[in-house]
Protein backbone atom coordinates (compact mmCIF):
# COMPACT_ATOMS: atom_id res chain seq x y z
CA UNK A 1 0.00 0.00 0.00
CA UNK A 2 1.48 3.56 -0.99
CA UNK A 3 1.28 6.04 1.84
CA UNK A 4 2.60 9.87 1.56
CA UNK A 5 3.07 11.36 4.85
CA UNK A 6 3.27 15.12 5.10
CA UNK A 7 4.62 17.16 8.08
CA UNK A 8 6.24 20.67 8.62
CA UNK A 9 3.28 22.49 8.63
CA UNK A 10 2.55 25.40 11.28
CA UNK A 11 1.96 29.14 11.67
CA UNK A 12 5.00 31.59 11.16
CA UNK A 13 6.05 35.10 10.68
CA UNK A 14 6.38 36.65 7.46
CA UNK A 15 9.93 36.52 7.02
CA UNK A 16 10.75 33.41 8.77
CA UNK A 17 11.17 29.87 7.90
CA UNK A 18 9.65 26.06 7.45
CA UNK A 19 10.61 23.15 5.94
CA UNK A 20 7.73 20.72 4.73
CA UNK A 21 8.59 17.23 4.94
CA UNK A 22 7.33 13.90 2.83
CA UNK A 23 7.98 10.45 3.52
CA UNK A 24 6.62 7.82 0.72
CA UNK A 25 6.55 4.05 1.66
CA UNK A 26 5.29 1.21 -0.79
CA UNK A 27 7.02 2.69 -3.61
CA UNK A 28 10.54 2.46 -4.92
CA UNK A 29 11.34 6.10 -4.49
CA UNK A 30 14.43 6.62 -6.63
CA UNK A 31 12.39 6.34 -9.49
CA UNK A 32 9.62 9.30 -8.96
CA UNK A 33 9.83 12.99 -10.02
CA UNK A 34 8.21 14.85 -7.22
CA UNK A 35 6.66 18.25 -6.57
CA UNK A 36 5.36 20.37 -4.53
CA UNK A 37 1.90 21.81 -5.01
CA UNK A 38 -0.01 24.74 -3.00
CA UNK A 39 -3.84 25.96 -2.60
CA UNK A 40 -4.77 29.00 -0.76
CA UNK A 41 -8.44 29.12 -0.08
CA UNK A 42 -10.35 30.44 -3.39
CA UNK A 43 -7.61 29.57 -5.93
CA UNK A 44 -7.29 26.64 -7.68
CA UNK A 45 -3.71 24.45 -6.81
CA UNK A 46 -0.81 25.41 -8.10
CA UNK A 47 2.78 23.91 -8.63
CA UNK A 48 5.43 25.79 -6.51
CA UNK A 49 8.44 23.23 -7.11
CA UNK A 50 9.40 20.15 -9.26
CA UNK A 51 12.37 18.07 -9.35
CA UNK A 52 13.36 15.72 -11.47
CA UNK A 53 14.15 11.99 -10.84
CA UNK A 54 17.09 11.31 -12.68
CA UNK A 55 19.05 14.34 -13.55
CA UNK A 56 17.81 16.53 -10.57
CA UNK A 57 16.70 19.34 -12.53
CA UNK A 58 14.26 21.61 -11.07
CA UNK A 59 11.31 24.00 -11.87
CA UNK A 60 10.19 27.03 -9.31
CA UNK A 61 7.27 29.18 -9.91
CA UNK A 62 8.54 32.55 -9.86
CA UNK A 63 6.77 33.68 -7.25
CA UNK A 64 8.86 31.07 -4.98
CA UNK A 65 12.23 31.53 -6.86
CA UNK A 66 14.84 31.79 -4.90
CA UNK A 67 13.26 31.52 -1.33
CA UNK A 68 12.39 28.04 -1.36
CA UNK A 69 14.29 24.70 -2.30
CA UNK A 70 12.98 21.38 -3.27
CA UNK A 71 15.43 18.61 -2.27
CA UNK A 72 15.06 14.79 -2.02
CA UNK A 73 16.81 12.05 0.09
CA UNK A 74 16.70 8.66 -1.22
CA UNK A 75 17.33 6.61 1.66
CA UNK A 76 15.17 8.18 3.67
CA UNK A 77 12.25 7.96 0.74
CA UNK A 78 11.56 11.57 1.83
CA UNK A 79 11.25 14.82 -0.19
CA UNK A 80 11.45 18.03 1.75
CA UNK A 81 10.51 22.17 0.49
CA UNK A 82 13.04 24.58 2.35
CA UNK A 83 10.75 27.91 2.51
CA UNK A 84 12.73 30.84 3.62
CA UNK A 85 11.42 34.40 3.69
CA UNK A 86 7.86 33.56 3.70
CA UNK A 87 5.38 35.94 2.97
CA UNK A 88 1.77 36.22 3.79
CA UNK A 89 0.61 35.28 0.09
CA UNK A 90 2.35 31.51 0.45
CA UNK A 91 -0.44 30.77 3.17
CA UNK A 92 -1.50 27.77 1.67
CA UNK A 93 -2.59 24.10 2.48
CA UNK A 94 0.99 22.40 0.48
CA UNK A 95 0.65 18.95 -0.93
CA UNK A 96 3.81 17.02 -2.11
CA UNK A 97 3.36 14.68 -4.95
CA UNK A 98 5.27 11.94 -6.56
CA UNK A 99 5.02 10.70 -10.09
CA UNK A 100 6.52 7.56 -11.36
CA UNK A 101 8.77 8.08 -14.29
CA UNK A 102 7.07 6.55 -16.90
CA UNK A 103 3.89 8.39 -15.68
CA UNK A 104 1.93 5.22 -15.28
CA UNK A 105 1.35 5.73 -11.12
CA UNK A 106 0.84 9.58 -9.46
CA UNK A 107 0.40 9.74 -6.01
CA UNK A 108 -0.49 13.22 -3.36
CA UNK A 109 0.09 13.10 0.01
CA UNK A 110 -2.47 14.37 2.73
CA UNK A 111 -1.42 18.00 3.07
CA UNK A 112 -0.30 20.57 5.52
CA UNK A 113 -1.37 24.37 6.28
CA UNK A 114 1.26 26.88 6.14
CA UNK A 115 0.44 29.70 7.42
CA UNK A 116 1.98 33.35 7.50
CA UNK A 117 0.75 36.20 9.62
CA UNK A 118 2.38 39.82 8.78
Known amino acids: QVQLVESGGGLVQAGGSLRLSCTAS????????MGWYRQAPGKQRELVAF????????YYADSVKGRFTISRDNAKNTVYLQMSSLKPEDTAVYYC???????????WGQGTQVTVSS
Open 97 to 107: NLQQETGAYDY
Open 26 to 33: GIIFSTYH
Open 51 to 58: RRTRGGST
